[in-house]
C-alpha cells in the first residue's frame, strides 16, 4: 500500500477525534496526518492516496479551510490518486443538506480524475436530503455526532477494514 494522507482541521475537536480514530483503526499502516488548514498543492502532490476529513459547516458547505484550497485543488492533477472522504454532519438540525460537503468534494475529486472509495450505506439516518448520497448510499462515512454519537466507533471500524483493502 503506497503512504495514505489524512487531511483534517486540527482545530476542531470533533473532526480530530475521528481522525485519530480512523488513524489508530490502520493499526501498522503509516498515515502522515496534514492540517487542512495549511495545505498547499506542492503538500499535497507527496501522496497518491488520501483520507480527507469534509464537515458540513452552515447550510450544507464546505469548511473555509478547504474553500480557500478549492482553486488550488481545481487545478491539481488527480488521475491516478485515490480518495476515501469523512465527515461529520447534523442529520437532525440539518435534514436538507446533511452532509452535502462529501459530495461537493466527491464532484471536485471526480471532475479532476481521482477515484473515490468507502461508500457506506444510508441506512440508520433520518434526513430529507443530501448531496453526498448516490444509489442509496454516501460517497463517504458521513458520522453525526450530535444525535447518533453511540454508532461512530462502529461505523469508524466497518469504513477503515473496506478502505484499507481498497486502497492501492
Known amino acids: 500500500m503506497k503512504k495514505i494522507a489524512?487531511?483534517?482541521?486540527?482545530?476542531?475537536?470533533?473532526?480530530?477525534?475521528?481522525?485519530?480514530?480512523?488513524?489508530?483503526?490502520?493499526?501498522?499502516?503509516?498515515?502522515?496526518?496534514?492540517?487542512?488548514?495549511?495545505?498547499?498543492?506542492?503538500?499535497?502532490?507527496?501522496?497518491?492516496?488520501?483520507?480527507?476529513?469534509?464537515?458540513?459547516?452552515?447550510?450544507?458547505?464546505?469548511?473555509?479551510?478547504?474553500?480557500?484550497?478549492?482553486?488550488?485543488?481545481?487545478?491539481?492533477?488527480?488521475?491516478?490518486?485515490?480518495?476515501?472522504?469523512?465527515?461529520?454532519?447534523?442529520?437532525?438540525?440539518?435534514?436538507?443538506?446533511?452532509?452535502?460537503?462529501?459530495?461537493i468534494m466527491a464532484e471536485m475529486i471526480e471532475n479532476g480524475g481521482g477515484k473515490i472509495i468507502g461508500s457506506t450505506s444510508a441506512k440508520g439516518y433520518t434526513f430529507e436530503n443530501s448531496l453526498a448520497l448516490r444509489d442509496g448510499e454516501f460517497v463517504g462515512l458521513l458520522l453525526d455526532q450530535e444525535n447518533q454519537p453511540k454508532l461512530s466507533a462502529k461505523r469508524i471500524k466497518d469504513w477503515v477494514t473496506e478502505i484499507k483493502q481498497l486502497f492501492p
Open 6 to 103: 489524512i487531511i483534517y482541521s486540527f482545530n476542531t475537536v470533533k473532526s480530530q477525534k475521528a481522525a485519530k480514530k480512523i488513524v489508530a483503526e490502520f493499526e501498522e499502516t503509516q498515515i502522515d496526518m496534514l492540517n487542512a488548514e495549511e495545505i498547499t498543492g506542492e503538500s499535497f502532490r507527496k501522496y497518491d492516496n488520501f483520507i480527507l476529513s469534509l464537515p458540513t459547516w452552515f447550510d450544507g458547505e464546505l469548511p473555509n479551510y478547504w474553500d480557500e484550497f478549492v482553486p488550488e485543488f481545481e487545478d491539481l492533477a488527480l488521475k491516478g490518486k485515490t480518495f476515501a472522504l469523512f465527515g461529520l454532519g447534523d442529520q437532525k438540525g440539518y435534514p436538507e443538506n446533511f452532509g452535502d460537503a462529501l459530495g
